[in-house]
């Protein structure tokens, strides 16, 4: 009796489905709920969920890259906004030397994005 079962690997990414001989081959790296998966390799990642019958779901890389851009995009227009209320609290003569150092500042930390 062969046992299937999908294989991910260590950032768990689909790598392809296992044709398993013995239940003591199943591995951590294994997920002997999923017996079939017809998804292509290396271009979906396993997101696990307790309230999903499958302990988990299947997701495109290409989606859960651009949930992070749009959470890293949030999270800089936040910085953005409290940095001005910050600049808007310092006296006036103050202000312009501080804009050029946020200026600055995100210059800098976008290049070393880059």
């Known amino acids: 009796m062969t046992i299937r079962a999908a294989l991910l690997d260590a950032t768990g990414v689909y790598l392809r489905m296992d044709e398993l001989a013995e239940v003591s081959q199943i591995t951590e790296s294994h997920l002997s709920q999923i ?16 309230t999903n019958s499958f302990g988990g779901a299947f997701w ?3 989606w859960i890259a651009r949930i992070e851009a749009d959470r890293f995009a949030v999270q800089e227009a936040a910085e953005r906004a409290a940095e001005r209320e910050r600049i808007r609290a310092l006296p006036a003569e103050l202000r ?3 804009r050029a150092a946020a200026r600055a500042e995100r210059a800098a930390k976008v290049g070393n994005l880059g």
């Open 35 to 50: 017996i079939e998966c017809d998804l292509p390799a290396g271009k979906y990642r396993w997101i696990a969920d307790s």
């Open 60 to 62: 495109p890389l290409a």
């Open 96 to 98: 312009r030397a501080a």
